[in-house]
């Protein structure tokens, strides 16, 4: 994902109820891409969706993957594996922030009762627009967009890339 692109998955509030009292916070980011959200949900309604926001995009290398809008600006990923919808995950371009796209998403989650959890923080977030830009005007990515010398000063970054990079090194 690019610097410049804030992203959430999609997932169904009746999934989420099924695990816990209520909506959590936070979910930890390692037990949430461990769940199957999406097992018991037609796929068909949601491919229809996308077909109409946004155009298709071919993607030779994602087998199990059908991908709407252009993956370097706003995106929509559905992953399927054995037709059952694994995760949806979106990307919001913040150097062009498409108020559109994220009312068709909001409005879209409001219908059909699912929610949206941020790549960032984990956290849950309501189908709500207000919410929604929120949780974008406080992300990490926002401030690139802001002020990217204040972004790599304050997040480290690149130590952090860099560091990641060497553990991956040892582990190969």
């Known amino acids: 994902m690019a610097v410049w692109q804030w992203g959430v998955w999609m997932v169904p509030r009746e999934s989420i109820l099924k695990r816990f009292e209520r909506i959590p916070e936070y979910i930890d980011q390692d037990w949430f891409e461990s769940v199957n959200w999406w097992a018991e949900t037609d796929d068909e309604q949601i491919r229809e969706f ?12 994602a087998e199990y993957t059908e991908i709407w809008g252009d993956i370097d600006s706003d995106d929509v990923s ?5 037709s059952i919808v694994a995760d949806i995950s979106i990307r919001v371009d913040l150097r062009h922030l498409n108020v559109e796209f994220l009312k068709a998403l909001v409005n879209f989650a409001r219908e059909r009762s ?3 959890v941020s790549y960032e923080f984990g956290r849950f977030i309501s ?3 207000r ?3 929120d949780e ?3 992300s990490k990515k926002m401030l690139f967009i802001k002020n990217p010398s204040e972004f790599f000063k304050q997040s480290r970054y690149l130590e952090e890339i860099n560091k990641k990079n060497r553990e991956k090194t040892k582990s190969e």
């Open 78 to 82: 559905l992953h399927v594996r054995d």
């Open 136 to 138: 974008i005007n406080n």
């Open 131 to 133: 919410q929604m830009l």
């Open 114 to 116: 699912f929610v949206f």
């Open 50 to 61: 996308f077909d109409r926001i946004l155009p298709r995009y071919y993607a030779p290398w």
């Open 127 to 129: 189908p709500s627009l």
